[in-house]
């Protein structure tokens, strides 16, 4: 059974860091995976944050392009997002994902895989 578990999140002060972290157990074909970060907020529709794809090229949303960097560890199956620069529009449950198709591109349709989710609160 395919888990993404997440881990770092947490209540900050707006201009400050957190690292996200997510580990995915038993997806066999992890490091030809596409997976991603996506994050919803109270009200708003689930948006996607950034994603890697199987060669490592990234691709991030406007609103988080230059403050946050996505990145993988294929050894240990863990995938990271890095966030600096936090802003009060960064307030959001965030999910780890993964495409389930082989060498994927983690279209919002094509994810297979989600975590339960991780709560990031930043106060102005």
């Known amino acids: 059974q395919v888990q993404l578990m997440e881990s770092g999140g947490g209540s900050v002060q707006a201009g400050s860091s957190l690292r996200l972290s997510c580990v995915v157990v038993s997806l066999y074909t992890y490091d030809s995976a596409c997976v991603a970060w996506f994050r919803q907020a109270p009200d708003k529709v689930r948006e996607r944050v950034a994603a890697?794809?199987?060669?490592?090229?990234?691709s991030y949303a406007d609103s988080v392009k230059g403050r946050f960097t996505i990145s993988r560890d294929n050894d240990k199956n863990t995938l990271y997002l890095q966030m600096n620069n936090l802003k009060p529009e960064d307030t959001a449950t965030y999910y780890c994902a993964a495409d389930s198709r082989y060498r994927g591109t983690c279209a919002a349709g094509s994810i297979g895989y989600w975590g339960q989710g991780t709560q990031v609160t930043v106060s102005s």
């Open positions: 890697i794809k199987a060669d490592y090229s990234t």
